[in-house]
């Protein structure tokens, strides 16, 4: 198969899969499972969060053949500040938009997002994540909002903010 097109709304059932699935059954919190194959931030995220609380991590084959990167389980701190990253949050008046860029796109990845500390923000309000990769820091920092606040949508240029976690009645997969 040369290539996949995954679609918003096919991650109900992403979802349902993965967190029912007889593998994550047998899983403990502290078990490992790795993701080595390219797909959309927010088909990612939702199946981070589908694991849960099981870490995961992600490979990435094209970028650093050897490295595995966490993508679950960061804490939030109210300051925020990484040699390799630019931050910027939007406190909207119905969400909260976070950004993130690489300052340096020469970064040591695995570093960074082992030292990455999620902004913090509202708790009543949804967030969207808007990156240039890698996507590992998009899957982190939802992960780190998903029981915080009622969803998290992350963007895509081709499907816009899509939620991909939700414990609202916000459904996954609507595009706002």
Request: glycine share 2%.
């Amino acid at each position: 198969v040369m290539s996949l097109v995954w679609k918003p709304e096919q991650l109900p059932q992403v979802f349902e899969i993965i967190s029912k699935s007889e593998m994550k059954v047998k899983l403990w919190k502290n078990d490992l499972v790795t993701i080595d194959w390219a797909c959309p931030g927010w088909l990612l995220t939702t199946m981070v969060h589908a694991l849960h609380p099981v870490c995961v991590a992600v490979k990435y084959p094209q970028w650093w053949p050897d490295a595995v990167l966490p993508v679950s389980w960061f804490e939030m701190e109210d300051e925020w500040k990484w040699q390799d990253l630019k931050f910027d949050v939007k406190n909207l008046e119905d969400r909260t938009e976070v950004s993130f860029s690489l300052e340096n796109p020469n970064i040591d990845a695995q570093a960074t997002i082992n030292s990455l500390v999620a902004p913090k923000v509202p708790a009543g309000k949804p967030v969207y994540i808007s990156w240039r990769w890698p996507i590992a820091i998009l899957t982190a920092l939802a992960d780190a909002y998903a029981h915080k606040v009622p969803f998290v949508a992350c963007f895509q240029p081709w499907t816009w903010n899509v939620v991909a976690i939700s414990h609202s009645d916000t459904n996954l997969w609507t595009v706002l």
